[in-house]
C-alpha cells in the first residue's frame, strides 16, 4: 500500500513545484531535419551493438513535430512545470559558429506554447547531445567544450531568458564521464577508465561558465545545475566493504558535488594529485563554485558495495538492461563492484526500489553542504515493464503501472517527510520534484525496452495513452491544488474579520456597566 493522493498532497508545502522531465535526444527524433547538424549520439547508436536490439533515435517519439499534442497532454495533466533540454546541434549545429534559425524556431513555438497553457519552463542547457564536431575534437576530454557551453548559453539566454523560469547547465556530469568516457557505454564509447578524469573537470568548467554567460545576459529565471546522487552501502561489516562503499561515494558523488558547493574536489582526489594531468589554472575552481540559485539532484537508487571484482562490475540484471556484458570488468580491474539488494523489488534496470533511501540521500546532502541552496529532485523515476490492456468492447486502453505509481508516491512521501520540520533533512529547503519521465522514450543505450513514461509510447504509431501512474499525479495535483485554495480561502475570511479583541483601557464591567480605565475599585 502507498500513501492516499489526497493524504500526500496535505504534505506538499506551499511553492513546491511539481513537474515532468525529458531531454531533446530522447523524444524529438527528426534527427536529420531544419538543419540540425550532428550529435555524436547520432554516430554512436548507429555503431553496431552499441545500441539494445539495434534500436534507432531517428524517429524516437516524434515530439518535434508532435510538440502541441505533448504540452497539451501536460496540461491535462496539471503539472507546475515542464523540464527540457534544447537540444545543442538544433541550435547551433557545429557547436561553434552560426546558429540554425529553424532549431531556435523550433524551441521558441515549445517555449510561447508551455506559458500560453500555464507550464512554467525549466530548460537544460546540456543533456548529452554533444554536438559531433565538437567530440571529433576531443568532446569533454578537450577543454575548449567548456567554453563552446559557455558560448552556446549566451545563445540560449539571448533567444529564451525572457522567458525562462529555472535554468539547468548540465545533465548528470557523473554519467557522461562514466558510461560515456570510463566504461564506453555511452557516447563517445570511450573506455579510458581513470584516464577520464579531466571530463570531470571540464564539464564542471562549462558549468561555471555556462553560469556566468546566463547571469551576463541578465536572465530573470533561476540558475542551477543537476548531479545525480546514490547513496554508498557496504555490502557488510567488513572494513574493506567501508572503505570500497567511501571510495565509490567519492567517485559518483562527492567528486561531481564538492567542487560546485565547496570550491574543491575531495581531499583524497587532491592528494592523490588525480588532476594534475592538466594542471587547471587556479580561477577554475572559483567559476566551478559560484553560488547557485538551486541545487538539481537526480535520485532513483541507493548502490550496495563490496570490496574486490566480484562476478562484474555491475549485477547481472543491470547489465542485460543496458545492453552491455560488463562481466569483463570484474575479471581482476577493478577494486571494488555493485552487489545486488535480494531483499529489494527492482525495476526493469535491475535498479534496487528503495525509497528510505531518498531521505538517506537528502540527509548526507544536508550533512555534507551546510550552506547548500534551495534543492530541486530533477529527476526521479522507474522503468518498468508496462502491459497494455484494451477493453474490445470501448476500444479504449488502460495501462495499469501500479509499481512505476507507488515508486513515484512513496518517493515524493520519503522526499517530503525528511524535509519537513522534525525530519531527518529538515535543514534542506526542498521545492520541487520532476518526474521522469513525461513519456516513454529512447533510454540510451538501452534503446526502447526501459520504459519510464506516464505516458506509454507505441513506437509503430507514435500513439500516447496515459497511464495509471498518469492519472495518479493528475489526482495529486488536483488535491494539493484544493487543499491550497482552501487554505486561502480560510485565510481571507480571517483577513476580513471583523476586530473583536477588547481594549482592557476601555471594558466594560458586566456588573456595573461603568467603563474603567483600568483601575481598580
Not at 223 to 252: E, F, K, R
Not at 353 to 359: D, F, I, S
Not at 390 to 397: E, Q
Request: glycine share 10%; proline share 7%.
Amino acid at each position: 500500500m502507498h500513501i492516499s493522493a489526497k493524504d500526500l498532497a496535505a504534505l506538499i508545502p506551499a511553492d513546491f513545484t511539481l513537474g515532468v522531465a525529458t531531454a531533446a535526444f530522447q523524444i524529438e527524433g527528426a534527427l536529420t531535419e531544419d538543419g540540425r547538424g550532428t550529435a555524436g549520439w547520432d554516430v554512436f547508436s548507429a555503431k553496431e551493438g552499441a545500441i539494445v536490439d539495434g534500436h534507432s533515435p531517428a524517429v524516437a517519439c516524434d515530439h518535434y513535430h508532435r510538440m502541441p499534442g505533448d504540452v497539451a497532454l501536460m496540461k491535462q495533466l496539471g503539472v507546475d512545470s515542464y523540464r527540457f533540454s534544447l537540444s545543442w546541434p538544433r541550435i547551433q549545429p557545429n557547436g561553434s559558429g552560426p546558429m540554425n534559425p529553424a532549431g531556435l524556431a523550433f524551441y521558441d513555438r515549445l517555449l510561447d506554447e508551455l506559458l500560453a497553457n500555464g507550464i512554467s519552463p525549466m530548460v537544460t542547457l546540456y543533456h548529452w547531445d554533444t554536438p559531433l564536431a565538437l567530440d571529433d575534437a576531443g568532446g569533454w576530454m578537450n577543454r575548449d567544450t567548456a567554453y563552446r557551453l559557455g558560448e552556446f548559453a549566451a545563445i540560449a539566454a539571448d533567444a529564451y531568458g525572457d522567458r525562462v523560469a529555472r535554468w539547468v547547465t548540465i545533465n548528470e556530469p557523473a554519467t557522461v564521464s562514466t558510461n560515456g568516457y570510463t566504461m564506453g557505454l555511452h557516447s563517445p564509447g570511450e573506455a579510458l577508465m581513470v584516464n577520464a578524469l579531466p571530463t570531470v573537470h571540464h564539464q564542471l568548467l562549462g558549468h561555471g561558465l555556462a553560469m556566468q554567460a546566463l547571469r551576463a545576459a541578465g536572465v530573470p529565471g533561476e540558475i542551477g545545475m543537476t548531479n545525480v546522487y546514490s547513496p554508498m552501502v557496504p555490502n557488510s561489516i567488513n572494513p574493506l566493504d567501508w572503505m570500497s562503499a567511501g571510495l565509490m561515494d567519492i567517485a559518483q558523488n562527492r567528486l561531481y558535488a564538492d567542487p560546485v558547493l565547496t570550491g574543491q574536489y575531495p581531499d583524497i582526489i587532491r592528494a592523490a594529485k588525480f588532476f594534475g594531468s592538466f594542471d587547471h589554472p587556479d580561477g577554475d575552481m572559483e567559476i566551478i563554485s559560484q553560488p547557485l540559485d538551486f541545487y538539481g539532484l537526480n535520485y532513483y537508487m541507493p548502490t550496495k558495495v563490496a570490496v574486490g571484482p566480484g562476478e562484474g562490475a555491475v549485477p547481472a540484471t543491470m547489465a542485460e538492461a543496458m545492453g552491455s556484458d560488463l562481466s569483463a570488468a570484474g575479471n581482476g580491474s577493478t577494486p571494488f563492484h555493485v552487489e545486488a539488494w535480494p531483499e529489494a523489488d527492482i525495476t526493469s534496470y535491475g535498479w534496487p526500489v528503495k525509497p528510505e533511501y531518498m531521505a538517506v540521500a537528502l540527509k548526507e546532502m544536508a550533512e555534507r553542504y551546510p550552506h547548500l541552496p534551495p534543492v530541486i529532485i530533477t529527476e526521479g523515476g522507474a522503468s518498468f515493464e508496462d502491459i497494455v490492456v484494451r477493453d474490445k468492447s470501448t476500444n479504449t486502453t488502460f495501462i495499469p503501472d501500479e509499481r512505476r505509481l507507488k515508486y513515484l508516491s512513496d518517493h515524493i512521501e520519503s522526499a517530503l517527510k525528511a524535509t519537513a520540520p522534525g525530519g531527518d533533512a529538515e535543514g534542506i529547503d526542498l521545492r520541487g520534484y520532476y518526474v521522469w519521465s513525461l513519456m516513454d522514450n529512447f533510454e540510451w543505450s538501452a534503446g526502447y525496452n526501459q520504459p519510464f513514461g506516464l505516458l506509454h509510447v507505441d513506437f509503430e504509431t507514435l500513439e500516447r495513452t496515459p497511464k495509471a501512474s498518469y492519472f495518479w499525479l493528475q489526482e495529486l495535483i488536483e488535491e494539493r491544488n484544493l487543499a491550497a485554495a482552501a487554505g486561502a480561502a480560510v485565510a481571507q475570511a480571517a483577513s476580513e474579520e471583523p476586530d473583536t479583541a477588547v481594549d482592557p483601557e476601555t471594558a466594560v464591567s458586566p456588573d456595573d456597566g461603568v467603563t474603567t480605565s483600568g483601575a481598580t475599585a
